[in-house]
């Protein structure tokens, strides 16, 4: 018998952005647990139409790559903006601070990490600087 889990993003994965007060501007559904991953983890993200996340983060060990699957918008790494569409994927180091904003028609990608997970580094007003 194969060794396998199967799991429905948006049926079988809790929203997050409901526990912290975002939801309806953000939806972030993490599947590591659901799926019983041991190494790395994903999620499903999705802005609301001009949504920008007030926080944002970077982590010490774990490198990440977003796929933009749906929507546009930006994305500040450290100091840079750079614009995504439909199909970008974006690789960031470990170290580099991130953070999203929906364009007018809002936002989804897919975030997977590779490595240990659990060091993310919150950062509050990101933003300001621009």
Known sequence: MA????????DDVENMAEKFGLAPDLEARFGRSALGLEGGGFSY?????????????RHERQEEVYVIVDGSGRIKIDDEIRELRPWDALRVAPGTARGFEAGPDGLELIAIGFGEGGDAEMLENFWSAE
Do not use: E, G, I, V
Not at 3 to 10: A, F, S, V
């Open 3 to 10: 060794d396998y889990t199967q799991k429905n993003l948006k």
């Open 45 to 57: 993200q999705r802005y609301a139409p001009n949504f920008r996340s007030p926080s944002s983060h």
